[in-house]
T-cell receptor, first 108, second 112 residues
């Protein structure tokens, strides 16, 4: 069993839809990261959070420490949001555990 | 502002040949540095991290090694490449433990 599980693995949405990607982890963490990987391979850090909720533009990330669960939401999705979204748990020992990613395709 | 560089962008090497990938960071001091690999169709895997010059921690046993000869330079090496070393290698830096990470553009390595 992986330390970090993401769902769904693949997601196709129509432009404008509200999208949710889920991440569950089994390790104790100091931080939870959401990353975005574009088709060319480049990776951008979207959020790093250890509690509560963060918002950046149309993106919202939440975390529930007690339930060991985080969600990434995209409001008013757009084709440029098409990418792979990766959840990563950073434990207190500077180890990282990565989810296998959610491949999102937003259709115009 | 901070910038992270990786080179080369792509590399094709025969099995058994050596490897050296370089990563440099500008605009910050004493960063934590990381090497990741993403094999085809698989998720990211942390290979090495460093909290200072000469300090390297390895996450998985493998055919690769890392060195940090200068504060903002991180090198990934192999003496003899294996087919299984093929993948997308990413360098990243952060200001410290549990800080946001910033990724380089990556090197796509194909071992033939």
């Amino acid at each position: 069993k992986n330390e970090v599980e993401q769902s769904p693995q693949n997601l196709t949405a129509q432009e404008g839809e509200f999208i949710t990607i889920n991440c569950s982890y089994s390790v104790g963490i100091s931080a939870l990261h959401w990353l975005q990987q574009h088709p060319g391979g480049g990776i951008v850090s979207l959020f790093m959070l250890s509690s509560g909720k963060k918002k950046h533009g149309r993106l919202i990330a939440t975390i529930n420490i007690q339930e060991k669960h985080s969600s990434l939401h995209i409001t008013a999705s757009h084709p440029r949001d098409s990418a792979v979204y990766i959840c990563a748990a950073n434990n207190t020992g500077n180890q990282f555990y990565f989810g296998t990613g959610t491949s999102l395709t937003v259709i115009p | 502002s901070q910038t992270i560089h990786q080179w080369p962008a792509t590399l094709v090497q025969p099995v058994g040949s050596p490897l050296s990938l370089e990563c440099t960071v500008e605009g910050t001091s004493n960063p934590n540095l990381y090497w990741y690999r993403q094999a085809a169709g698989r998720g990211l895997q942390l290979l090495f991290y460093s909290v200072g010059i000469g300090q390297i921690s390895s996450e998985v046993p493998q055919n690769l090694s890392a060195s940090r000869p200068q504060d903002r330079q991180f090198i990934l090496s192999s003496k003899k490449l294996l087919l299984s070393d093929s993948g997308f290698y990413l360098c990243a830096w952060s200001a410290g433990h549990a800080y946001e990470q910033y990724f380089g553009p990556g090197t796509r390595l194909t071992v033939t």
